[in-house]
């Protein structure tokens, strides 16, 4: 188990003091899986909704009269209410769910096939607690008791592709996530200009001569000084200011946003990028959580803006990309007295790339009537997040050791993405 230090951490604390360095104990001892090699897949992109989104209201059951006893207040209204303006209706897909409005501009990646959607798709976990939720689904395990290590690094330990670019796996922000704990190195990736130190690449070139000079040598400390500026090589060599997404795509000015438009900067300028997480908080919407307008109209405008935009923007490399989205859990059925909704059960995954089984809702979807209600009355999970997963690393990401990704569970194939 590692701390949530970086390597680019221990690099800013070296400079500070080269000294006095010793090897910390929170770094890992770096590891290569073995020397056989492995054809490429896809790139992998996970997003991590944190904070618990309200799967019903993103993707919304408008077919079922329940939903609207459930939520008088903050339910969408359904796509033919004409009472209620256009543009705050549900859009509908397939005449029984629909898009909140504010992920109208995810329609066009629906309708070209691109996207795909599990409903009532979770955790075993019944816990509600956003802390051990998180933790064991990063993990890829049911309880305590797995492996410590995140089910991405478990991947990229168990598929060797021969691919020793120090960007083989990155974590957008200033930690590492745990999916990405394991023996293969991942690098926290904040912001590629701050490489460049604002643009002045004369600088930053002096920067890492002086950086150069003080690991040399084959010791522990001196290898973990080498791999980051291996990054800092990479990253120096492109170029994120001059940068223009394709087809017009127009990402928004937000860290989600920022984080999407360099994964693609990325993924073009072919630097050995497997695996990218990204992290997007403030889902936890107990109060005021609003309809089709308020807090969280807000933050899926923001989700669908940079979506959309990587869509339109990777247009042309789209069948090497897969996109996948999850949260801990769902809310409850039920709105709440503070116009919010509480921590629920099932929830919804998205997939969004070249090679899925997209313009369909996928899963089997259980109802909310109240006999059909899981728990204190929350969306019945009917798909595991693992079975998605599982589908993703084999038949995308051509790993087959599911057994070591999943240790201990059984993943079923479910028929959501293409071979």
């Known amino acids: 188990m590692f701390n949530t230090n970086t390597r680019r951490d221990f690099l800013q604390a070296a400079v500070a003091a080269p000294a006095s360095v010793m090897w910390p104990e929170w770094m890992p001892r770096l590891a290569f899986a073995p020397n056989q090699t492995n054809p490429r897949g896809d790139v992998m992109v996970v997003i991590f909704l944190r904070g618990a989104a309200d799967a019903l209201n993103m993707v919304v059951p408008h077919g079922e009269e329940a939903y609207y006893r459930l939520r008088p207040t903050i339910g969408i209204a359904r796509p033919d209410d004409t009472r209620t303006a256009a543009s705050r209706r549900a859009v509908d897909l397939d005449g029984f769910f629909g898009l909140h409005p504010s992920l109208a501009p995810l329609l066009p990646a629906w309708q070209e096939g691109h996207l795909g959607i599990i409903h009532a798709c979770g955790a075993p976990d019944e816990s509600r607690s956003h802390f051990k939720a998180m933790a064991l689904m990063e993990r890829g395990v049911e309880d305590e008791t797995g492996p410590a290590s995140g089910w991405i690094g478990r991947h990229l330990a168990s598929y060797n592709t021969g691919n020793n670019s120090p960007l083989r796996a990155i974590g957008l922000g200033q930690m590492v996530p745990r999916s990405l704990y394991g023996s293969v190195p991942a690098t926290a990736l904040q912001s590629i200009v701050d490489f460049h130190l604002n643009g002045d690449n004369r600088a930053a070139q002096q920067m890492q001569r002086m950086l150069r000079s003080l690991y040399v040598g084959d010791g522990e400390v001196e290898t973990v000084g080498k791999e980051t500026l291996d990054v800092l090589d990479l990253l120096l060599q492109l170029d994120p200011v001059g940068y223009t997404p394709q087809r017009g795509a127009i990402y928004p000015d937000s860290e989600l946003g920022h984080s999407l438009r ?11 990028l497997e695996v990218a997480t990204v992290d997007v908080g403030d889902w936890d919407t107990h109060f005021g959580q609003g309809g089709s307008i308020g807090l969280m109209a807000g933050l899926l405008d923001n989700l669908a803006q940079g979506l959309a935009a990587f869509h339109a923007d990777l247009f042309d490399h789209w069948g090497e990309v897969t996109v996948v989205m999850m949260s801990e859990f769902g809310r409850r059925a039920k709105e709440n007295a503070s116009l919010g909704t509480d921590h629920g059960h099932g929830s919804v995954m998205w997939l969004l790339g070249g090679n899925v ?42 790993n087959r050791a599911i057994d070591q990704i999943f240790p201990d569970y059984i993943a079923t194939p479910r028929g959501f993405l293409v071979s």
């Open 262 to 272: 360099q994964i693609a900067l990325l993924i073009k300028a072919q630097v050995g």
């Open 357 to 398: 089984h997209g313009g369909a809702v996928h899963g089997h979807w259980p109802g909310l009537a109240r006999e059909q209600l899981f728990g204190p009355g929350d969306l019945a999970v009917t798909t595991d997040y693992r079975d998605v997963l599982a589908e993703v690393c084999e038949t995308r990401l051509n």
